[in-house]
């Protein structure tokens, strides 16, 4: 079954750095899109960040835009989200996720069927 475990997260103050990663299993990773998504407390889940199977395409949500990558590993079969200029607004529980099809098409917008448990970002102004 898929499997998606994130890792990476922690506390950092505001101007700092992460790295989140995401392990995936289970299925083809290299034939899906995957996306990062966040969900602070009082607020709706948000998408972050995408990647198309290859890497060659990302989308991002303007409020990280500048800030964050999405890059992916598909020898290693993992996801990655490298996260620069930390603000106390990006803390959240940071999920991975892969889309429900194989051919869907790949914006943050598009149906994520698979979600991993999370991992914890916190920063500190």
């Known amino acids: 079954q898929v499997q998606l475990v994130e890792s990476g997260g922690g506390s950092v103050q505001a101007g700092g750095s992460l790295r989140l990663s995401c392990a995936a299993s289970?299925?083809?990773?290299?034939?899906?899109?995957m996306g990062w998504f966040r969900h602070a407390p009082g607020k709706e889940r948000e998408g972050v960040a995408s990647?198309?199977?290859?890497?060659?395409?990302?989308d991002y949500a303007d409020s990280v835009k500048g800030r964050f990558t999405i890059s992916r590993d598909n020898a290693k079969d993992t996801l990655y989200l490298q996260m620069n200029s930390l603000k106390p607004e990006d803390t959240g529980i940071y999920y991975c996720?892969?889309?429900?099809?194989?051919?869907?098409?790949?914006?943050?917008?598009?149906?994520?069927?698979?979600w991993g448990q999370g991992t914890q970002v916190t920063v500190s102004s």
């Open positions: 996720a892969r889309v429900t099809f194989w051919y869907s098409s790949c914006r943050l917008t598009t149906d994520f069927g698979y």
């Open positions: 990647i198309t199977a290859g890497g060659g395409n990302t």
């Open positions: 289970g299925f083809t990773y290299a034939s899906y899109c």
